[in-house]
């Protein structure tokens, strides 16, 4: 029986990204100029909960330029909960509005109301705008 307050993510769907396509791609052809997070959990108790806020950006590390989340794939929003079953991994994927040209450098980071939020610092700009981060 499910907890009150856990929800299902919206999107339950594990695709698999061919990576050599994905290095074929150019940003240009992907048109929309928004910036991909995927994020990979690793579960270190049974039955974690994890959620994302839409308090999260990308903030420039050179800049006060910030990306705010338009888009979250695979993880509910807070206030609900996602549940990761027992000691597994779990991949989810933001997708955040445009950064400017000349940033080179940003941090991810979950600006939160309480402790726990997470903070990715020093990502290095790509040409594709498409990133791999642990949490």
């Known amino acids: ?3 009150p307050g856990i929800q299902e993510p919206p999107v339950k ?10 290095a074929t791609l150019h940003p240009e ?11 990979h959990f ?3 108790d ?15 590390c050179h800049s006060p330029s910030r990306a705010s989340l338009i888009h979250a794939e695979n993880i509910t929003y807070a206030p609900l909960w ?21 940033c080179k450098l940003f941090d991810l980071v979950e600006e939160i109301p309480q ?5 990715i610092k020093a990502i290095a700009r790509n ?3 498409v990133y791999h981060v642990n949490i």
Not at 46 to 60: E, G, P
Not at 88 to 101: A, G, K, N, T, V
Not at 115 to 119: D, H, Q, R
């Open 46 to 60: 049974d039955d974690t909960l994890i959620r994302i806020w839409k308090s999260t950006f990308l903030i420039d």
């Open 42 to 44: 690793k579960a270190m």
């Open 115 to 119: 402790p726990g939020g997470f903070v």
């Open 127 to 129: 040409e594709k705008d």
């Open 82 to 102: 996602t549940q990761v079953p027992g000691r597994s991994d779990f991949s989810f994927l933001l997708i955040f509005s445009r950064l400017p040209e000349n």
């Open 13 to 22: 769907a594990k695709p698999e990204v061919d990576m050599e396509v994905l």
């Open 29 to 39: 052809l992907l048109g929309d100029g928004h910036i991909y997070v995927h994020c």
């Open 1 to 3: 029986m499910p907890r």
